[in-house]
């Protein structure tokens, strides 16, 4: 049964209908005291889900970054061996490269020692003739055909040393070029022999032809021959033509230093067979193995 209140002002309310509105007031509050108080009994369990998410990613985990340094050496690494391997491939085939060139250079050294070892053949067998003609000199007017041995007292070739590579192996390290001890010991070999040539040439052939040329120019009268170059070169003379002298001791200081110019020239000579030697075994063994 509802009941009506007359209020001050003269209006009339209606008291169930306010205590239902009241009642409904509260049952709202209530929910929303409970979603409120739900909410906050579930929020640490979800920090808690939240909190521990990141040490469960598998990029934060230290087998990871040791994985990612590991690809990183290894592929450095790598970046590495293969320059190493594309610089060894270039190196390899420069000093093939140089073993070719060597290989034209001993082929002119050998011609060449081949022209100059016959000459200076030559060369001792004509100072032989020279000696028994000097033992046979009686006075000015029997010069006993010396006149025609006087070439072999000079003009003596030289050899010219075909170097150009074998100095690039030398100056430009190419020598570490060549992966072969053998081929690297041949070549060192070769280039002694050379060498050792050389040496001979400077220091004991050379001075000793300056030390005859007084000699011959004290002994023999030039003047006395018409056409002179070109008896001189085919060393066809008169076997009567006056010398400028007979001493005795003059002509055997000469017979000495003659002498000992074909004790050099044949020794020598024998140096010039060595290289040549070891000039063909070289080009031999370079051609079977490059």
């Known amino acids: 049964m509802m009941e009506t209140i007359d209020t001050s002002d003269g209006t009339h309310k209606n008291s169930t209908t306010d205590e239902s509105i009241r009642k409904g007031e509260t049952d709202k509050l209530e929910t929303t005291n409970e979603l409120v108080t739900t909410n906050q009994k579930q929020e640490p369990g979800n920090m808690d889900v939240h909190s521990h998410h990141p040490h469960h990613a598998p990029g934060k985990k230290f087998s990871h970054y040791l994985y990612e340094f590991l690809m990183l050496f290894l592929a ?23 073993l070719h060139s060597l290989q034209e250079d001993i082929q002119v050294d050998t011609a060449k020692l081949s022209i100059i070892i016959t000459e200076f053949e030559q060369k001792r067998s004509g100072l032989d003739s020279l000696l028994r003609a000097i033992q046979g000199v009686s006075d000015l007017y029997n010069s006993n055909g010396l006149y025609n041995y006087v070439k072999y007292t000079t003009d003596y070739p030289d050899f ?7 100095q690039q192996l030398k100056n430009a390290g190419g020598l570490r070029m060549i992966d072969d001890k053998e081929t690297t010991n041949r070549i060192v070999m070769y280039d002694a ?3 050792r040539l050389l040496l001979t040439e400077q ?26 170059e070109n008896k ?11 010398l400028l002298t007979n001493d005795k001791k003059l002509l055997k200081q000469y017979y000495n230093e003659i002498w000992i110019m074909k004790r050099k020239v044949g ?22 193995n490059y």
């Open 267 to 288: 020794q020598h000579a024998r140096n010039l067979a060595e290289a040549k030697i070891a000039a063909v075994q070289l080009l031999r063994f370079l051609k079977e």
């Open 232 to 242: 001189f070169l085919s060393g066809r003379f008169d076997n009567n033509i006056p």
């Open 160 to 166: 010219i040393y075909t170097d150009r590579t074998m």
């Open 193 to 195: 022999s050379i060498r």
């Open 203 to 228: 220091l004991e052939l050379n001075p000793n032809q300056q030390s005859v040329k007084p000699l011959t120019i004290s002994i023999f009268d030039f003047s006395r021959i018409p056409d002179f």
């Open 76 to 98: 450095v690494f790598c970046g590495f061996l293969a320059e190493y391997k594309l610089e060894h491939v270039i190196e390899h085939q420069k000093g093939t490269q140089y």
